[in-house]
Nanobody, 127 residues
Framework: QLQLVGSGGGLVQPGGSLTLSCAASGFTLDYYAIGWFRQAPGKEREGVSCISSSGGSTKYIDSVKGRFTISRDNAKNTVYLQMNSLKPEDTAVYYC????????????????????WGQGTQVTVSS
């Protein structure tokens, strides 16, 4: 069974850090770009970051630049999202997704281009 499993969410105080993981089972992530998305209550899901299959290219939305870092370890078939200086507005369910496509330039890969999705992990930033 091909699936992505997201983990690492939790409750953290403003200014704190969390690292999300996205692990693949049933297939190798070597040939896939990976994206992280989030959906806050009452809002549409938005792309947060993505990383190319080699890890050589990364992209972020402006609101997380300088605070979030996406990385991958293909040997472990896992992609990470390190989140620092968390803010209450980062509260959301975070999803990872995989695609064989890549978009050149500054825009993130459109959500519709992703083939596999993880189940989501809750991140809550609150004092």
């Amino acid at each position: 069974q091909l699936q992505l499993v997201g983990s690492g969410g939790g409750l953290v105080q403003p200014g704190g850090s969390l690292t999300l993981s996205c692990a693949a089972s049933g297939f190798t992530l070597d040939y896939y770009a990976i994206g992280w998305f989030r959906q806050a209550p009452g809002k549409e899901r938005e792309g947060v970051s993505c990383i190319s299959s080699s890890g050589g290219s990364t992209k972020y939305i402006d609101s997380v630049k300088g605070r979030f870092t996406i990385s991958r370890d293909n040997a472990k078939n896992t992609v990470y999202l390190q989140m620092n200086s968390l803010k209450p507005e980062d509260t959301a369910v975070y999803y990872c997704a995989a695609t064989v496509l890549w978009v050149v330039g500054g825009i993130l890969i459109p959500e519709s281009k992703y083939r596999y999705w993880g189940q989501g992990t809750q991140v809550t930033v609150s004092s």
